[in-house]
């Protein structure tokens, strides 16, 4: 209960601060929003506008695809380092879905 009362909080300073309608914002059950399903605590601390336009939007794919890899530096993601990868991703979605992302990286390469 406390993390998603924290979330409603998050979710209502972002509202605030970037000057977004909350009644806008579609989302999951939980909260989570975007192309890539961020939380409100984590589009406060990792969103980024990468087009440039002056908003972080999740919805655009250019904002969406920067905002993940800036979440996954600022939780401590290094390239060739497969536990800080694991860390970052478990970040993200648990651990599951960190193993499974990352043993279907290495089948790809």
Known sequence: MDFFCGELVSFVLLCLRDGLDPLGILGSWAGAFGWVQFMPSSY?????DYDGD???NLFVMADAVA???NF???RGWKAGDFAKQEKALTAYNG??????TLAYADALR
């Open 95 to 100: 651990k599951d879905y960190a193993k499974a």
């Open 44 to 48: 406060l601390d990792c969103a980024v």
């Open 54 to 56: 002056g908003q972080k």
């Open 72 to 74: 996954l530096k600022c």
């Open 67 to 69: 905002s993940s890899a």
